[in-house]
């Protein structure tokens, strides 16, 4: 059996209930919510695949006595890509989410209801 840490399956249960949430709700403000739990899910994947225990800062400090060699900080550094990549990829949801509410208001005051087949119903 594999080997899974705790961050992994709560990652992999939060993709699953929003996965669930985006096939079977109708609700406007179901579905975003639902994207969003998604991408925090993607975000604690990823910031867990870039852990290491024990792990230091990846800067390297030359002339500090007790400073770490080169290889020596590559052995026992944290990796920073994944790090860089869920701050990106934050600042990018925010940005999503807000226009997906803006959009769902709208919707409300246009059609009256958030219900995704009601909407389409009443636009035909």
Partial sequence: M????????????????????????????????ALSLMTDGVHLFLIS??????GIAPIITSGVPGAQSGAQLA???????PQALVL???VINVATLAMALSLAVYLHHHY??????????LRE
């Fill in 2 to 33: 594999v080997n899974l840490s705790l961050n992994y399956i709560v990652a992999m249960v939060m993709i699953a209930i929003s996965l669930y949430c985006l096939l079977y709700k109708r609700n406007l403000l179901k579905i975003i919510i």
């Fill in 49 to 54: 695949l870039g852990y290491k225990a024990g």
């Fill in 75 to 81: 052995v026992s550094a944290v990796d920073p890509l």
């Fill in 112 to 121: 009256g209801t958030l219900d995704i087949s009601e909407a389409r119903r």
């Fill in 88 to 90: 990106t990829s934050i």
